[in-house]
């Protein structure tokens, strides 16, 4: 079984190690066909990548901070993501069929 922390973040990298997160690999863009059933993966995936984690029979622990909208776009370090409570949330998510008809309804 193998853990992947996926983040473009210097940051977060930083957070998860002094967490004391056992990591075997700290990615910035991940393939989810190297994901296998009993691996981990933690970050803030798009909700589909996520899915698709899911659907492998990995488990999603998803990087969550209470973020300002004033902070959005900006590096933080791992002071700021302790203050705006960075944690790791397990979520289980499944995709529906997709919707084809996308068409506007008038009333």
Same mark, same amino acid.
């Given at each position: 079984m193998t853990t992947w922390f996926i983040t473009r973040h210097p940051g977060a990298i930083d957070? +998860?190690?002094?967490q004391q997160l056992q990591v075997d690999h700290f990615v910035s863009h991940l393939?989810? %066909?190297?994901?296998?059933a009993g691996d981990t993966v933690m970050g803030s995936l798009?909700?589909?990548?996520a899915?698709?984690?899911c659907e492998r029979g %990995?488990?999603?622990l998803h /990087?969550?901070?209470?973020?300002?909208a004033e902070c959005r776009g900006k590096e933080l370090s791992v002071q700021?993501?302790?203050?705006?409570? +960075?944690? /790791?949330?397990?979520? /289980?998510?499944? +995709?529906?069929? +997709?919707? *084809?008809? *996308? *068409?506007?309804? *008038?009333s």
């Open positions: 957070w +998860a190690r002094a393939d989810p %066909a190297r994901v296998q798009p909700v589909h990548l899915a698709d984690i %990995a488990r999603y /990087l969550s901070v209470d973020l300002r700021e993501l302790r203050q705006f409570n +960075a944690r /790791l949330r397990p979520f /289980l998510v499944t +995709a529906l069929p +997709a919707v *084809t008809d *996308t *068409t506007p309804r *008038t």
